[in-house]
């Protein structure tokens, strides 16, 4: 059987020997992930050492491995093997190893140098996933520093190969034709919004028209069970299989492989199905046009599965699996309008995943700044910030540097937040705690094996699964259990401990969920309701009349963050008292508006949740002081009995602040004030407390102490509060902040005989006199007095005495005698 990749060896051979790095772009059925791997072994500037290649699935890892080793003619393991997680299948004659990209990152932490490999082959680069990325990069680093003669190849069917070529300095591309089969593509839109009913009623429309097998695309387990559900209503002339990457391996492989009976096929397969594998038989593609994908949330920590619209590049790569064997057709469930508006390629998890398993690699590898590597996509600073944040929680990096439990927890193929609960309790050399902390660990990356409405609480199917590894029969999903029980042993032989499936507190279940997930600390809002506050200061609620809403305290192991209040999944209650030890101390000092006064109060916190709180019994005075500064920032002076005589004190300064710039007057405006009360009014607080206590201060003496001594001393000099007039009278002066010339108003006739406009500022700023009647009614207003006397008073004069017949109105100021009172016309 000839394969079109073939027909390119030579030219990709001669670029692999002349470049370090090479991309071949292949269509799907080319032969790039089997028959390519035994022939590139084969060439003698390879030979001698390991091929290395990397599968980002696990299913596809073992399926590609078992196909090479059939084509040898050899059991796997021998010439070709593979290594997945908890899953290794090599021996000392393995020349070809199929991993997936996390194990590639494993062997790179172990052996930098890879000194017994000669090429890395990155299959299904298209796909983008993080450890993909991240194994890239370091591998770039290592051709470019150490091996410069290890040999890399990026393949894929619907790569953008331009702009991978261009990110990694023009390295050459090689593109194989294919033989993909013509596949004809019908739009048939969708009947309704249910994704399970459309793709139902369009399997059956297809079986009735068209041959062969069937290959559907849903985003998850639960559609795949909702459609296989439906299909299994009525009798249809098909056995349907389902194909996940959850589902036991056995179960995979049925679903690959031809029907042992001949029988004709539908697989129900999530986008796990896009990959390297050959579904044998299919000539017949349904898209749903969904994926579910893992969103991240740098801000609150959440990761949520979304359902989403497929890329332009996902669509084309699952019409292609129609093509794989002969013609084939692929009905899309959409039109052709969104066909049009689709987005040209799926975005890199980079760019929407939790950073920390990330970070935590780079920090192993030496790196201190993501920019010190090559990236095809670089990763999100905001999401690099939350890693480092987490991590230096979980105590794997201290100060930026990876920790020896930072390093740890990397021989733990697992997230760092599992890992460190796995750790924690190994610390703890206690079998039960232990023990717990696997089936946690187990359950938590396994799907969930209670139906829906069996409550979120983590203890019960804690509970539910070692009853189970007893022999007991209990209301659970049995494949998930397995599924959950293979982990555990994993993990048991991983830790080199027995797992022990006796009865555990549930208070040790929510401490070692809180090590996982420490910023999902979780406090009821009011008694037994559904809502509960996080540490990170989200809110999330349970399903209501949940068994847990007794709880007042929670750890979440489960939840959906959503766009408003989360989801809450699963949990464990948590007691108060286990929660102090890991609490954190504060003093909180305060001013109480009902009482008025500073209180304090001693908490206990994690995150924004208080565990505890009680009165201080001592106060410190510089957080008593602040709490009183602060309450006068926010009130505003009147609230230490501001008056009218110290508006006039803070006019006065402002004005020699604006007719002096060069004598360093103080701005005494009420926000500077408010701004600057530690400076200013916190020497003078003593013991206060009480509002009181406030106002009893001597404020016009506090205010005095802004000014220096000098200032002290010329302020009544140069900006007197009054100015004495001819009749004896000291009349105030009204100063303004902005700088005019004060106001004095004052009655005509105590200033008989004063031939000048009273001056401020040393005699360089003249009032502006109001003259008044005696009734105290203004009758002019003047900046030149003399000018006054001379010209004005004498009209001014007529007016008054027809107004004011009764006192005396002298021909001549000048020399009339000022009097305070009214003075008798003789």
């Known amino acids: 059987m000839s394969y079109p990749v073939l027909e390119i060896l030579k030219e990709l051979t001669e670029a ?21 791997p035994l022939r590139l072994k084969e060439l003698p500037f390879l030979s001698g050492k390991k091929i290395i290649m990397l599968e980002p699935r696990r299913l596809a890892a073992k399926s590609i491995a078992q196909r090479m080793s059939s084509l040898l003619a050899e059991e796997v393991g021998h010439s070709v093997g593979y290594r997945v997680r908890f899953d290794t299948c090599v021996s000392e004659n393995t020349c070809l190893e199929v991993v997936t990209d996390g194990i590639l990152i494993r062997m790179l932490q172990q052996d930098n140098t890879l000194e017994d490999v000669s090429l890395v082959v990155f299959d299904e680069f298209h796909e983008r996933s993080l450890s993909a990325d991240l194994a890239l990069a370091l591998t770039l680093q290592l051709q470019q520093v150490l091996r410069p003669d290890l040999k890399l190849l990026i393949m894929s069917a619907t790569l953008d190969t331009e702009t991978l070529s261009a990110s990694l300095g023009k390295v050459p591309v090689i593109r194989s034709e294919g033989r993909q089969y013509p596949v004809e593509l019908s739009y048939l839109g969708e009947r309704d919004q249910n994704i399970a009913n459309n793709t139902a009623h369009a399997i059956r429309s297809s079986l009735r028209r068209n041959d062969g097998d069937l290959l559907v695309f849903l985003p998850g387990a639960g559609e795949i069970s909702r459609v296989a559900s439906i299909l299994g209503e009525e009798e249809i002339p098909a056995e349907v299989y389902s194909l ?21 096929k539908i697989v129900l397969a999530t986008s796990i199905a896009e990959t390297s594998l050959t579904i044998e038989g299919i000539k017949i593609v349904i898209d749903s046009g969904y994926a579910r994908v893992p969103r991240y949330d740098p801000r609150s920590g959440f990761t949520r599965l979304e359902t989403i619209r497929v890329s332009k590049d996902a669509a084309d790569q699952r019409a292609g699996r129609a093509g794989r064997l002969g013609p084939g057709i692929c009905f899309r469930l959409w039109t052709q309008t969104v066909q049009t508006n689709l987005i040209a390629n799926r975005v890199p998890e980079i760019l929407e995943a939790d950073l920390a398993p990330l970070l935590l690699e780079l920090k192993e590898w030496g790196v201190k700044d993501v920019n010190e590597l090559t990236w095809i996509t670089m990763p999100p600073a905001g999401a690099i910030s939350q890693a480092s944040e987490l991590l230096h929680d979980i105590e794997a990096l201290r100060e930026g540097v990876i920790t020896r439990k930072g390093r740890s927890m990397l021989k733990l193929p697992t997230h760092p937040r599992i890992a460190h609960m796995l750790l924690e309790a190994i610390e703890s050399d206690d079998n039960m705690i232990i023990s717990t902390a696997i089936a946690i660990a187990s359950l938590l990356e396994e799907r969930d094996p209670l139906p829906r409405g069996k409550g979120a609480d983590l203890s019960l199917r804690v509970e539910i699964f070692n009853r189970w590894i007893q ?66 200061g989200r809110t999330a609620r349970l399903p209501e009349h949940d068994p847990l809403m007794k709880e007042r305290w929670l750890a979440v192991a489960h939840l959906d963050a959503g766009q408003g209040e989360g989801k809450i999944f699963t949990a464990a209650p948590v007691s108060e008292d286990d929660l102090i030890p890991m609490s954190e101390r504060r003093e909180t000092v305060r001013w109480d508006d009902e009482r008025e006064q500073v209180v304090g109060r001693e908490e206990r916190f994690i995150g924004s949740l208080t565990i505890t709180s009680k009165p201080l019994a001592f106060i410190d005075d510089q957080l008593r002081i602040k709490a009183l500064c602060d309450v006068v920032a926010k009130s505003g002076l009147k609230f230490l009995g501001w008056e009218e005589s110290h508006q006039l004190w803070q006019a006065r300064v402002l004005s020699l602040r604006h007719w002096r710039p060069n004598d360093s007057w103080p701005d005494v405006r009420e926000e500077a004030l408010l701004s600057s009360t530690e400076n200013w009014l916190a020497p003078f607080l003593g013991q206060s407390r009480k509002a009181s206590e406030l106002q009893k201060m001597d404020l016009y003496a506090i205010l005095q102490s802004i000014l220096s001594w000098e200032q002290q001393r010329q302020l009544d000099a140069l900006a007197p509060s009054r100015i004495e007039v001819p009749s004896g009278s000291m009349i105030r002066l009204q100063y303004f902040n902005d700088g005019r010339p004060p106001v004095m108003e004052v009655r005509l006739q105590e200033v008989f005989g004063l031939a000048d406009t009273p001056t401020v500022n040393e005699g360089k700023m003249k009032t502006i006199l109001h003259l008044l009647s005696p009734g105290y009614k203004p009758v002019q207003v003047t900046q030149d007095l003399k000018s006054f006397w001379n010209n004005t008073y004498a009209e001014v004069r007529k007016e008054l005495r027809t107004r004011y017949p009764r006192h005396s109105w002298p021909d001549d100021p000048w020399t009339a005698q000022a009097v305070r009172g009214a003075k008798r016309r003789s």
Request: hydrophobic letters at 35%; glycine letters at 6%; aromatic letters at 6%.
């Open 16 to 36: 692999l020997e002349n470049n370090a790095t090479v991309i071949l772009q292949a269509p799907p059925g080319a032969g790039k992930s089997t028959i390519l």
């Open 244 to 264: 996940y990457g959850d589902l036991p391996y056995k179960k995979q492989q049925e679903a690959i492989l031809p029907h042992p009976l001949g029988k004709r």
């Open 471 to 536: 022999g007991e029969r209990v209301d659970a999903d049995p494949s998930s259990l397995e599924k959950i029980r293979k982990l555990s042993d994993a993990w048991a032989r991983l830790l080199k401990v027995k797992y022990n499936t006796s009865h555990v507190l549930d208070t040790v279940i929510g401490k070692l969920i809180l090590s996982v997930y420490p910023e999902r600390l979780a406090k009821q809002t009011e008694a037994f309701s559904p809502r509960f506050k996080l540490a990170n």
